[in-house]
Structure formats: structure tokens, C-alpha cells
């Protein structure tokens, strides 16, 4: 930038080497935001609990909606595609709550069952009927759920939500434990 002062150029081509300046840092703010959101840095470093707790807290707390966490029987680290998959249903269900639901409680509860591994978020929200939503419509409404489906597919588990208009929403979502692979069987697999 001090090199195009100085170099005596005009003030059009100024104005251009200027906002193209303007547009590369954007652009690297951007960028460094979405490497973020592919694996985030809190889960890396907290562990699961502590960043369900961090997206659940900030992102609702600040909305006024009343959060209660609940982690029971988790020790340790899980394998990392577990963790992720299961960051990733709550961030999407966080998300539906905050555009859709009107709630004013929010329950999430992470549980370490027997064989598997147990994710509850619950909501005094509107609700709405699940059966309208068996694709993704046009505008994306629909997509979220299926991509919580997904994720759950992908590490072998399975879920359902439970909602009516009126009543709220619950999605209950189920991994299977791996037998004999804990987070250091796991470090082949790193996606890092």
C-alpha cells in the first residue's frame, strides 16, 4: 500500500490496488473462518463436552433461552468422526432452535450408555410436523435435519425427532460404541 503512494500512480488505479487490498484481507477473515467451522479448534482442544457446552451456552444464553447441559459416564476422549458427528447434530439443532422454534428452555444431555453413546436436545419451542419434512424443499427448509441423518449414517448411528406443532421439538440420536476402538485405535483414521 505505501509502495503504490509512492510510486506517483493515479488515483483511479489507487482506489483499485486499495480495494482490492480491502477485498484480499476479506477474503482471508473468510477463509480462516470456514477452516474453523470444518474441524473446530474447541473441540480439538476442550473435548466434546466442554464444546458442546461453549456452542450451547454462546449461541443460546446470548438469545435469552434458558440452557441446561448434562453430560453423564464420559471419560475420556471419543474416537474424533464420533465427536465430530456429534458437534455437528448439536450445532444443527442450535441452529433450528434459534430460527425456528420460539423456545425459551433448551435441554441437551450427552450420555455414555452401555454400547452406545447417547445425544438428547429438547426444546419448549412451537414444534412443527415432522411429516411435512420428508425432503428438502426448494428454499433448503428440510436440510438440516437430513444432514443430522446423515451424520448419524456415516458413524453407524441412528435417531429420530419427535415434534408436533405445539409441543416442541426432541432429537434423540444414537451411536454405537466400536468395540475396542477408543481415541488411540482412532489415530490412523485422523482426518486432521
Do not use: C
Not at 15 to 24: C, D, F, L, M, P
Not at 45 to 57: C, D, S
Not at 131 to 145: F, N, P
Request: overall charge neutral; cysteine-free.
Amino acid at each position: 500500500k505505501e509502495m503504490v503512494e509512492r510510486e506517483g500512480l493515479t488515483e483511479s488505479v489507487r482506489a483499485i490496488i486499495g480495494r482490492s487490498h480491502e477485498i484480499a484481507v476479506a477474503a482471508s477473515v473468510e477463509l480462516t473462518r470456514i477452516i474453523r467451522e470444518l474441524r473446530p479448534t474447541l473441540l480439538d482442544t476442550l473435548g466434546l463436552p466442554a464444546a458442546i457446552r461453549h456452542l450451547v451456552e454462546t449461541n443460546l444464553k446470548a438469545k435469552n433461552i434458558n440452557v441446561s447441559v448434562d453430560f453423564e459416564g464420559l471419560e475420556g476422549r471419543l474416537p474424533q468422526d464420533i465427536e465430530l458427528a456429534l458437534f455437528r447434530i448439536t450445532q444443527e439443532a442450535i441452529s433450528n432452535i434459534l430460527r425456528h422454534s420460539n423456545a425459551k428452555n433448551v435441554k441437551v444431555s450427552l450420555a455414555s450408555g452401555q454400547n452406545e453413546w447417547i445425544l438428547r436436545i429438547e426444546d419448549d419451542g412451537i414444534g412443527f410436523n415432522i411429516q411435512e419434512i420428508k425432503t428438502i424443499e426448494e428454499g433448503g427448509r428440510g436440510a438440516g435435519l437430513f444432514g443430522m441423518k446423515e451424520r448419524l449414517r456415516l458413524v453407524g448411528g441412528y435417531g429420530w425427532i419427535d415434534s408436533a406443532p405445539g409441543s416442541g421439538t426432541k432429537i434423540n440420536a444414537f451411536i454405537p460404541k466400536r468395540k475396542g476402538k477408543g481415541r488411540e485405535e482412532d489415530k490412523d483414521n485422523d482426518s486432521r
